[in-house]
């Protein structure tokens, strides 16, 4: 099945193999979700679910960047709203993330360009992360006033807290050789490589037990950090939209529009 739209914000194709190609599909926006992109995206796994004979999943980003965070016009937008309904983007947005992260068939990114914020919680929700070698990341939702509450289990497995403590609380850029470093991707390669280095790892994917890979993938989230019942998974949610709310996400929001350094600086 293969999604030809291409205005549609995501993008899904399954080839006979049973290898879906997810692809961001918001190049003008460098990629950044919105509520759009998020209900696309829960879409899409929606239909992979009820997928047989899915045997992987492997996630891209049209254009020059992978997938720059969160669109700051569409947070400035979202905040003003109820607090019900700022609950409802930050639920919406989170099961987005741990949905991919749950998923029972091993989960690829290929990243370049820009990989900020959310960004940084998709590959850290994924399995195996390629990066190209022209990739830049970073957690700086603190940069606008905002935390990085629904992300922060996965970037826990995938970097360590120690790292999540400097990363998530400087806002700072590193770039794919540092992301290498701290275990958020798993290797780099030129730009023009990136596709047959994913392919390359479907290759291997595809020699295994389908069963087994899920019992081990199940195994293995059952001890990590991203393994979190609801009343936890609640407060992250709550947290996260509360901040989106508060006097200090506005000031940021509004520093971000103005192009200005926010007060605190």
Known sequence: MTD????????????????????????????????????????????????????????????????AGADLKWIAAVRASSRDENIAVSRATAQAIWRLNATPVPTVALVQGACFGGGTGIVAACDVAIAAEDAVFSIAEVRWGLTAAIIIPQLNDAIGVRQVRRYALTGERFDAAEARRIGLIHGIVPAGALAAAGARI???????????????KALALESSFSHRDEPALSRLIELHAERRQSAEAAEGLASFAQKRAAAWS
């Open 4 to 67: 030809a739209n291409s205005d549609e914000p995501v993008l899904l194709d399954v080839d006979d193999r049973g290898i879906a190609r997810v692809t961001l599909n918001r190049p003008d926006r460098n990629n950044a979700y919105d509520g759009g992109l998020v209900r696309a995206l829960l879409a899409a796994l929606d239909r992979l679910e009820r997928l047989k004979g899915l045997r992987a999943v492997v996630i891209a980003g049209n254009g020059r960047h992978f997938q």
């Open 202 to 216: 479907v290759d291997q994917v595809l020699q295994n037990g389908p069963a087994a890979i899920a019992e081990t």
